[in-house]
């Protein structure tokens, strides 16, 4: 049983069954139909200005599942929202099968609110083109005859394809189809994929069972593409023919994405943070969280566990570079100023707390009182404290 068939499903099909039979089970509810779907047309730098305000401001309440288009955008996004105290997790084929699965538990768990996922098979171009029915269209055109290519020819023709065709990472993974999310309240296109139909899977990780759910993607149009370098996405340039492609497949299925606008006049108040925030995550930055995370993956794995216990000097080739350095944290960016706050805004920011650390950060109260009742009277100074000259001066003089 599968949601999607994949091509190597239909092959086994062909190798080891005799007149197959495919029965498909249709939900009695229209599948996304409680989906609301938004679109916003924004530059490269302001989706980092929009996705702060959206999360600091608690415009969209529960769980989120941020969309984005490579593994390096993936550690950027979380470094900066790092940089205001916005705890986040990653998602992508580079961690261990194991440590995918227990981030999608403990996201399940409600352990965690937001997930920063990539598809990076997405990223490699539209729909996979098959070999054999490029020379097709080929001979179709006259280019190249159908009979053309065949017997040791044909067969370099398709090694070579699938040599192109492989790819480095793991092709078991993929967020947007396969995994179950459970009570997701929002899917986030950070950054537009690049075929309608992985569209519809992603936003599919919300509104299940009955329940309702929003998905938001960002579009940069053509006339803003690499208007913000240290931004930019290549996948971003064919942005608005994708969006084309989205919304024509949502209407002949009678569903609408719908333009949402944002009033930038308040927005515009955030740009500064959003820049100091982004200055504070440079390329070397991500690259050593990038290695850190894994390297972190690494340690915890309970298959290498007991060969560090037995082997301890191994641990020394993994911890050779010392301490990575991270991303300069910036702590007056965590909380939001008053100033800052649009009319409105307050209450949906109030239950906020912040940042709580584990460790103490203040004196313990009460045993600096008993310290202080202690010398009290006895002639002696209360340590740490510098004596009052106007209390201790005294005119009497000696005799």
Same mark, same amino acid.
């Given at each position: 049983?599968?949601?999607?068939l994949?091509?190597?499903?239909?092959?086994?099909k062909?190798l080891?069954c005799?007149?197959?039979?495919?029965?498909v089970?249709?939900?009695?509810?229209?599948?996304?139909g409680?989906?609301s779907?938004f679109v916003?047309?924004?530059?490269?730098?302001e989706?980092?200005l929009?996705?702060y305000?959206?999360i600091k401001?608690k415009?969209?309440?529960?769980k989120?599942?941020?969309?984005?288009?490579n593994?390096?955008?993936?550690?950027r996004?979380k470094?900066?929202?790092?940089q205001f105290?916005?705890?986040s997790?990653v998602?992508?084929?580079?961690?261990p099968?194991?440590s995918r699965?227990h981030?999608?538990?403990?996201f399940n768990?409600?352990v965690?609110?937001?997930?920063?996922?990539?598809d990076?098979?997405e990223?490699?171009?539209?729909?996979?083109?098959?070999?054999?029915s490029?020379?097709?269209d080929?001979g179709?055109?006259?280019?190249i005859?159908e009979?053309e290519v065949?017997?040791?020819?044909?067969?370099?023709v398709?090694?070579r394809?699938?040599k192109?065709?492989?790819?480095?990472?793991?092709?078991?993974?993929?967020?947007?189809?396969?995994?179950?999310f459970?009570?997701?309240?929002?899917v986030?296109?950070?950054?537009?994929?690049?075929?309608?139909?992985?569209?519809?899977h992603?936003?599919g990780?919300?509104?299940?069972?009955?329940n309702t759910g929003?998905?938001?993607?960002f579009a940069?149009?053509k006339?803003?593409y690499?208007?913000h370098?240290?931004?930019?996405v290549?996948?971003a340039e064919?942005?608005?023919d994708?969006l084309s492609?989205?919304t024509?497949?949502?209407?002949?299925?009678g569903?609408?994405?719908?333009p949402?606008h944002?009033?930038m006049?308040q927005?515009e108040? $955030?740009?500064?943070r959003m #820049? +100091?925030?982004l200055r504070a995550?440079?390329?070397?930055?991500? !690259?050593? %969280? *990038?290695?850190?995370?894994?390297r972190q993956?690494?340690?915890?794995?309970?298959?290498?566990?007991?060969? $560090?216990e037995?082997n301890? #000097? +191994?641990l020394h080739h993994?911890?050779?570079?010392?301490?990575? !350095?991270? %991303? *300069?944290?910036q702590t007056h960016l965590?909380?939001?100023?008053?100033?800052?706050?649009p009319?409105?805004?307050?209450e949906?920011?109030?239950? +906020?707390?912040?940042?709580v650390?584990?460790?103490k950060?203040?004196e313990?109260?009460?045993?600096k009182?008993r310290i202080h009742?202690r010398?009290?009277?006895?002639g002696?100074t209360?340590?740490?404290?510098?004596?009052d000259?106007?209390?201790?001066?005294t005119t009497?003089g000696?005799?």
């Amino acid at each position: 049983m599968s949601a999607t068939l994949s091509d190597d499903v239909h092959t086994l099909k062909g190798l080891f069954c005799r007149d197959p039979v495919v029965l498909v089970l249709e939900d009695a509810e229209d599948a996304g139909g409680g989906v609301s779907q938004f679109v916003v047309r924004c530059g490269e730098d302001e989706k980092f200005l929009l996705l702060y305000v959206i999360i600091k401001l608690k415009l969209i309440k529960g769980k989120i599942i941020v969309f984005v288009g490579n593994i390096d955008r993936c550690y950027r996004l979380k470094l900066y929202l790092e940089q205001f105290g916005t705890k986040s997790c990653v998602l992508n084929s580079e961690l261990p099968v194991n440590s995918r699965i227990h981030v999608v538990e403990e996201f399940n768990k409600n352990v965690y609110d937001i997930v920063i996922a990539t598809d990076e098979h997405e990223i490699l171009g539209p729909e996979e083109e098959d070999p054999e029915s490029s020379i097709q269209d080929e001979g179709k055109n006259g280019d190249i005859a159908e009979n053309e290519v065949k017997g040791p020819a044909e067969h370099a023709v398709r090694e070579r394809a699938k040599k192109r065709r492989r790819a480095p990472k793991s092709r078991e993974y993929g967020v947007s189809r396969g995994i179950d999310f459970k009570n997701v309240a929002c899917v986030l296109n950070f950054d537009l994929p690049t075929t309608s139909n992985s569209y519809t899977h992603r936003i599919g990780r919300t509104a299940r069972a009955g329940n309702t759910g929003m998905a938001l993607s960002f579009a940069v149009p053509k006339d803003l593409y690499r208007k913000h370098k240290a931004t930019t996405v290549d996948s971003a340039e064919k942005d608005e023919d994708v969006l084309s492609r989205i919304t024509k497949t949502q209407a002949r299925k009678g569903r609408e994405v719908k333009p949402y606008h944002f009033d930038m006049k308040q927005v515009e108040a $955030f740009r500064y943070r959003m #820049g +100091d925030a982004l200055r504070a995550v440079t390329r070397t930055a991500v !690259r050593e %969280a *990038r290695t850190r995370e894994l390297r972190q993956e690494l340690l915890s794995s309970e298959k290498l566990k007991r060969h $560090f216990e037995e082997n301890p #000097g +191994d641990l020394h080739h993994l911890r050779h570079d010392g301490e990575l !350095r991270a %991303a *300069r944290v910036q702590t007056h960016l965590r909380h939001v100023p008053e100033y800052l706050i649009p009319s409105g805004g307050r209450e949906g920011i109030a239950r +906020d707390v912040g940042f709580v650390g584990i460790g103490k950060t203040n004196e313990n109260r009460i045993r600096k009182a008993r310290i202080h009742n202690r010398a009290k009277g006895k002639g002696k100074t209360v340590a740490g404290r510098k004596a009052d000259p106007l209390k201790s001066f005294t005119t009497k003089g000696k005799r």
